[in-house]
C-alpha cells in the first residue's frame, strides 16, 4: 500500500483546505484511515479516524470544525478542515492500517494558516 498526499498550502484564519490521501495498492486489505499532524516541537497527534464499520473519531480540539472522510471505493480519503486557526498549522499526515495490523504513512503536507 502506498498513500500519496495532496492538499496542504497557506490559508488564512477562519479559512478552510481539504487534504487528500490517495490509496494505491490493496485498498481492500484496509480497516483505517486515519490523519495525524505534527507541529513544530510538539509529538504527531491524531486528528481524526475513521474504522471500518464505525463512526469517526475526532480530537477534541477539532471536533466540530474537521471531518473524515472517503469515497466508496476508498480510493482517497480526505480530511475537510474548516474554521482554521494558527494551532492547527502542522505537517498532517494520512495514516492507514491494514488487516494485518501493519501501518502505512502518507509522505507529509504542510498546513500554513495564517492569523
Known amino acids: 500500500v502506498q498513500l500519496v498526499e495532496s492538499g496542504g498550502g497557506l490559508v488564512q484564519g477562519g479559512g478552510s483546505l481539504r487534504l487528500s490521501c490517495a490509496v494505491r495498492?490493496?485498498?481492500?486489505?484496509?480497516?483505517?484511515w486515519a490523519w495525524y499532524r505534527q507541529a513544530a516541537g510538539k509529538q504527531r497527534e491524531l486528528v481524526a479516524r475513521?474504522?471500518?464499520?464505525?463512526?469517526?473519531d475526532y480530537a477534541d480540539s477539532v471536533k466540530g470544525r474537521f471531518t473524515i472522510s472517503r469515497d466508496n471505493a476508498a480510493t482517497t480519503f480526505f480530511l475537510q478542515m474548516n474554521s482554521l486557526n494558527a494551532e492547527d498549522t502542522a505537517a498532517y499526515y494520512c495514516?492507514?492500517?491494514?488487516?494485518?495490523?501493519?501501518?502505512?504513512w502518507g509522505q507529509g503536507t504542510l498546513v500554513t494558516v495564517s492569523s
Open positions: 495498492g490493496s485498498r481492500n486489505s484496509i480497516n483505517i
Open positions: 495514516y492507514t492500517q491494514d488487516r494485518w495490523f501493519k501501518d502505512y
Open positions: 475513521l474504522s471500518r464499520g464505525d463512526s469517526p
